[in-house]
């Protein structure tokens, strides 16, 4: 069965420094997503991305992220100035779009320190 | 906005025994449902979705959910738990964002061990 693959799976890096977490979605989905769980708490929505343009995006997800599809088989977020609450678990989903469900990745662990 | 509320943050079941994990939402319009599993160190792995039809839907691994919209409620449930169901379980409301997309968002989780 097809997956979403994500790397790297643990990325550490200092407060300051810019990351960039790798997505590979599904060949054939049109729609895709990053969500992020910090230690303890929900899953928390940051943006979804269609037509090479962002559809909706959380308050979150604010002047330090920004993703791109840089090819048409990655998709990228990219966090820059990382802050310390930055730290979490950071997954990548895609969908065929209305009525079919998120295929989760199995997530980039986000240390910054 | 919409929500999700699940009460459990931790059940613990004998393997063999059935399991119900309580689910709430809260949303205006008629919702998408989802359960999403997720083993330590693993991504989030769906195990059902409703979108429409049959308020009765079942997922793989031999679990099944029912949407009651009179509850606002979207329980799993499974006859006879196995030892590897031990994990964590996440509820999910999707609401509709535009172009097709939709925005998913999760309960807590409730954490589920098995004991032999």
């Known amino acids: 069965e097809p997956e979403v693959t994500q790397t790297p799976s643990h990325q550490v890096t200092q407060m300051g420094q810019e990351v960039i977490l790798r997505c590979v979605p599904i060949?054939?989905?049109?729609?895709f997503y990053w969500y992020r769980q910090i230690l303890g708490q929900k899953v928390e929505f940051l943006v979804s991305?269609?037509?090479?343009?962002?559809?909706?995006k959380s308050e979150i997800f604010d002047d330090q992220f920004s993703v791109e599809r840089p090819d048409g088989s990655n998709f990228t977020l990219k966090i820059r100035s990382t802050k310390l609450e930055d730290s979490a678990m950071y997954f990548c989903?895609?969908?065929?779009?209305?009525?079919?469900?998120?295929?989760f990745g199995n997530g980039t662990r986000l240390t910054v320190t | 906005a919409q929500s999700v509320t699940q009460p459990d943050i931790h059940i613990t079941v004998s393997e063999g025994a059935s399991l119900e994990l309580r689910c709430n939402y809260s949303?205006?319009?008629?919702?998408?449902l989802f359960w999403y599993v997720q083993s330590p160190g693993q991504g989030l792995q769906l195990l059902l979705k409703?979108?429409?039809?049959?308020?009765l839907v079942q997922g793989i691994k031999g679990f099944e959910a029912e949407f009651k919209r009179s509850q606002s409620s979207f329980n799993l449930r499974k006859p006879s738990v196995h030892w590897s169901d031990a994990a964590e379980y996440f509820c999910?409301?999707?609401?509709?964002?535009?172009?097709?997309?939709?925005?998913?968002?999760f309960g807590k989780g409730t954490k589920l061990s098995v004991i032999p």
């Open positions: 949303y205006g319009a008629t919702p998408y």
């Open positions: 060949s054939n989905h049109l729609y």
């Open positions: 999910a409301v999707g609401a509709e964002s535009g172009a097709g997309s939709y925005q998913l968002t």
């Open positions: 409703y979108f429409s039809g049959d308020t």
């Open positions: 991305f269609y037509n090479n343009e962002i559809s909706e």
């Open positions: 989903a895609s969908s065929e779009g209305i009525n079919s469900p998120l295929h």
